[in-house]
């Protein structure tokens, strides 16, 4: 007290009041968050209640109560507990333990394509001391085996399964507005660090050092531009000053799991302020191979028909997302990766390799050099593949090939897919809208639309072929007999060519091909 007063008297200033690094318990009512219970889930509220009837506590979490607190319906709930995993597991009928780095618990309701996950995961407690192992997750398997908590050589926690407090686990989390728990029964918001505050000034802060933060997990910088695209959210001082250094960490990161947060990152709405997120953070170039790919040096779309193609893409996915329908990764993937492809097709072609074959070899090199060895790659890879293919053979329309082509499970992507060349500028939209039409037409429609190709190809300059060569003067000791033989050879396949176009037209294989695309 006296060397307040005397401090006081000498003019200096008062020490900051310490807070503690686990923050504070405050309850908030509804009449101050003001959460509607029409945007909750009945079936994560319904886990909660099963949790809470068991004697356990528990509480929906996480972005599911900031979206809440901005009167948004979250995509995802997440309950946390004072259960243990094997307890959660065995108060439901349908309940698996998964994740080896978190071990959480999932609930599922429901079947098939409708089926619903509730996430539950336990309480965990800030680690009084981590064990470091040499290497990760992949090179240290046998390493991290019964470990509760482990981090690899930077920092990075390569295990967290030590189980704590609320209060604890509210200290692990990352943001501030991603630290809040929620009872429904009761209708309270339980907030340890200001996290509602900063949800309505639409802040983002990381929890602790931010740079100590990131070092423990570098996707948090990869989540804090999808908050505040997603949202609308500025990153606070201190949170975005270490972004660009700690970035050069998400090279440990394994690389499905950094694929899986691009993914994320572009399918959340709003895949374009995404973009423009990374960029404003020094992000765009350098962390993704599959950005990389799509972006100039700039980590801008690029100009002209490709950024055209690419921007609109992005506006179909962020439309489909905001809609509720859903959305493929693949579908989004194969409009970034696009022009790559094309470029190595073009190549290829250009050395005498046939157009078909060219364009597998150029997919398999882009694969390879974009997306690497992932988990889910080869499922990812055939839908991809299967899409750009079918642009070739839009190409043909007469014979057989065009009801079948219709007839594919993945006809409506490359069909859309072409839609968006065409709109781009990229193709001739009349091949788009020839391909509609024959898709919503009656059958009288379709022979009609095959007449008028076949008659289109008719009018379409045919290609002048090379003049033959001239039987050459048999040689010295060369009988005239193999000359003559030779010059047979050389008509032969001119021959063969004639009497295939002499067939009806529409006929099949035989039939005459259509003109090339500009995307040949």
Request: aromatic letters at 6%.
């Amino acid at each position: 007290m006296i060397k307040k007063f005397i401090d006081k008297l000498l003019g200096k200033p008062a020490a900051a009041k310490k807070t503690s690094p686990l923050g504070k318990r405050v309850e908030v009512g509804a009449e101050v968050h003001g959460i509607n219970p029409d945007l909750l889930d009945e079936r994560a509220v319904k886990v909660v209640k099963t949790l809470a009837d068991a004697g356990f506590e528990a509480y929906i979490v996480g972005g599911a109560v900031r979206d809440l607190l901005l009167g948004m319906r979250p995509k995802d709930f997440d309950v946390a507990t004072n259960a243990t995993p094997e307890q959660v597991k065995g108060l439901f009928r349908r309940a698996f333990i998964i994740g080896r780095r978190f071990r959480i618990v999932h609930v599922v309701y429901g079947r098939g394509r409708e089926h619903e996950v509730i996430e539950v995961s336990t309480f965990r407690a800030l680690p009084t001391e981590s064990e470091a192992v040499a290497g990760n997750e992949k090179t240290a398997k046998a390493e991290l085996d019964g470990k509760h908590h482990a981090v690899d050589a930077s920092g990075r926690v390569l295990r967290d399964n030590v189980w704590g407090p609320q209060i604890e686990d509210a200290a692990r989390r990352d943001f501030t507005v991603n630290a809040m728990y929620y009872d429904p029964q009761r209708r309270l918001v339980v907030d340890y660090h200001g996290g509602l505050a900063d949800a309505k000034a639409k802040v983002l802060r990381m929890i602790g050092d931010p740079e100590t933060r990131y070092r423990e997990d570098p996707v948090r910088i990869i989540r804090a531009v999808r908050f505040a695209a997603k949202l609308g959210f500025e990153l606070e001082a201190k949170t975005l000053a270490p972004v660009k250094a700690s970035s050069a960490l998400l090279a440990n990161v394994p690389a499905s799991r950094l694929f899986d947060e691009m993914i994320k990152l572009l399918q959340t709405g709003h895949s374009l302020a995404s973009l423009a997120q990374l960029k404003k953070l020094g992000l765009a170039r350098g962390v993704f191979a599959v950005l990389d790919a799509m972006l100039t040096e700039t980590g801008d779309l690029p100009e002209g028909k490709r950024g055209s193609f690419l921007r609109q893409a992005f506006e179909d996915t962020d439309r489909r997302v905001n809609e509720g329908r859903g959305v493929s990764p693949s579908f989004m993937l194969a409009c970034m990766l696009w022009h790559e492809v094309l470029d190595r097709w073009t190549r290829i072609r250009a050395g005498g390799e046939p157009a078909v074959p060219a364009l597998a070899q150029a997919i398999d090199a882009v694969f390879d050099a974009r997306i690497g060895d992932i988990s889910g790659r080869g499922k990812l890879a055939a839908d991809m593949r299967e899409i750009w293919m079918m642009q070739t053979r839009f190409e043909r329309r007469s014979g057989s090939g065009v009801f079948s082509l219709i007839e594919q499970p993945r006809y409506r992507a490359g069909f859309d897919f072409l839609r968006l060349r065409a709109d781009a500028g990229e193709i001739d939209p009349a091949l788009a809208d020839w391909w509609e039409d024959f898709a919503l037409g009656s059958d009288d429609d379709r022979q009609a639309l095959l007449a008028e190709a076949r008659a289109a190809q008719q009018k379409a300059p045919r290609a002048v072929r090379a003049p033959r060569p001239e039987p050459s003067a048999p040689a010295e000791g060369e009988p005239e007999s193999d000359v003559a033989e030779a010059a047979e050879a050389i008509d032969a396949p001119a021959r063969k060519r004639r009497r295939r176009r002499r067939k009806p037209a529409g006929g099949g294989e035989g039939a005459a091909p259509a003109p090339a695309s500009a995307a040949e």
